[in-house]
């Protein structure tokens, strides 16, 4: 069984910024496989459902971001999986352009509080993830403005596009493991010409 914890704050207020596409993707993975994510444990919202044969729970943690930890250990504890194999965060990244992906098996927060909750209270940075690019900050923004800020009506668009790789890349990994999810999804995707 596999946990698939996107990453989000609660509330219609922060619905649509670039620091909920975690949040989005279990959307899109939701609608995808008609799971009703509305199921409270573990201070989350949690769907089960099956993904290429695999039995999945589509998490989305309601301790705000900044506490994203608490919520995913007591999901690991209480389902007695493996996070080091059967645990998957999504969850936006500033380094990566809009509406790419990067999948990795392990690695430090950098900078991210949620990612840097998950590992305190895990007590390892050994569990799957999949980044979605939300774009560089501009030089005069501050971070969590930026984070908590909307996409632009062209950057919305290239992040539907996203949230479709980012649900083929899960079903990657479910049918056929990380490593042939990282060699597909890790490459740079050209935008489409305007």
Do not use: C, W
């Amino acid at each position: 069984m596999f946990i698939i914890a996107g990453l989000g704050n609660p509330t219609l207020q922060y619905e649509g910024t670039r620091h909920n596409v975690g949040f989005d993707v279990i959307d899109a993975l939701a609608d995808k496989y008609n799971i009703s994510v509305d199921y409270r444990k573990n201070r989350a919202f949690i769907g089960k459902g099956m993904i290429e044969g695999q039995k999945v729970i589509l998490a989305k943690p309601q301790t705000y971001m900044n506490l994203s930890g608490e919520s995913v250990r007591g999901l690991v504890d209480y389902y007695k999986i493996d996070e080091e194999e059967e645990l998957l965060v999504i969850y936006d990244d500033v380094s990566l352009d809009v509406g790419q992906l990067r999948i990795r098996k392990k690695g430090s927060a950098g900078g991210h509080n949620g990612i840097k909750s998950i590992i305190g209270n895990l007590g390892t940075d050994i569990f799957p993830r999949i980044k979605v690019g939300v774009g560089e900050k501009p030089k005069q923004y501050d971070l969590a403005d930026y984070v908590l800020g909307h996409f632009s009506k062209a950057e919305r668009e290239i992040m539907e596009e996203g949230y479709q790789r980012a649900v083929h890349a899960v079903e990657t990994i479910l049918s056929g493991g990380m490593d042939l999810a990282m060699n597909e999804y890790n490459r740079k995707v050209k935008p489409k010409e305007a």
